[in-house]
């Protein structure tokens, strides 16, 4: 994987296909894996460029940030050392955070796909987030229907990737900290297009706030899916179609 460095970090980063970029922005302590259910569904019409967030994988950092604008300047990082000169952001719960932050402050984005993601981090409920942030099948339920964790090889297969994959303890609570301290001021000069996707029965962002989000953004449009606050994983073929069809409408503009 190849690699950003700075003074103070290491990000490594993975990017496959050919096309327009997407970049994946990964949800609060979650891995790379994360995106495994949407990343065949666009590697090859576009390119797809995942990455792990500092002190999250392979991504080391003597300092973990403690605000979403500093993560944001990791994706311009990998960005700018990718070559990317435009890019459409896909951006789950925490990731979809940093999406908004990066189109504030940078000019390389071309729309927004956010997930479970709310305008202001007091809308996160720091329960439901306490629980994502420990290990055992537990940890999964705000985020999966209880048919979904009847699963039990895929279920098996996400802890492992959890293990191998994810946030350690410092980061994980950095994160999340960064993550509820958040707030996007101003939504209204963010006017990319973007598509607001949200778990109708989603415990840890409320399905109001990604409504409140859509509205918010003069070019928004939200779409419920079926599921909690992973709900683009247990419903991933509904999601990929919306997303597809979104990305291949912005590239026709």
């Known amino acids: 994987m190849p690699v950003v460095s700075t003074e103070e970090c290491s990000l490594h980063y993975e990017a496959r296909g050919s096309g327009p970029t997407v970049v994946f922005l990964n949800d609060v302590g979650y891995g790379a894996w994360l995106w495994g259910w949407q990343h065949p569904a666009l590697c090859g019409p576009f390119e797809t460029l995942v990455f792990d967030p500092r002190g999250t994988g392979q991504s080391v950092a003597d300092e973990i940030a403690s605000t979403v604008d500093v993560f944001a300047g990791d994706v311009e990082r990998v960005l700018s050392a990718h070559s990317v000169r435009r890019t459409h952001l896909v951006g789950a719960g925490f990731g979809g955070a940093v999406a908004?932050?990066?189109?504030r402050q940078y000019d390389r984005a071309r729309s927004l796909t956010l997930m479970g993601t709310t305008l202001n981090g007091d809308q996160v409920s720091t329960d439901a987030l306490d629980l994502l942030g420990e290990t055992g099948r537990h940890a999964l339920e705000p985020c999966f229907s209880r048919a979904f964790l009847e699963q039990q090889e895929i279920v098996e297969q996400i802890q492992t990737w959890r293990g191998e994959e994810d946030a350690g303890t410092?980061?994980?609570?950095?994160?999340?900290?960064?993550?509820?301290?958040?707030?996007?001021?101003?939504?209204?000069?963010i006017t990319l297009p973007a598509l607001v996707l949200h778990g109708t029965d989603d415990p840890v962002v409320p399905p109001a706030a990604g409504q409140e989000l859509a509205t918010a953004l003069p070019n928004g449009r939200f779409e419920a899916l079926d599921g909690k606050h992973l709900a683009f994983i247990e419903s991933s073929k509904p999601t990929n179609d919306e997303i597809v069809g979104f990305l291949e409408t912005v590239e026709r503009r």
């Open 100 to 103: 908004l932050a990066y189109a």
């Open 170 to 189: 410092a980061a994980w609570t950095t994160q999340a900290e960064a993550w509820c301290g958040f707030s996007c001021n101003a939504p209204y000069e």
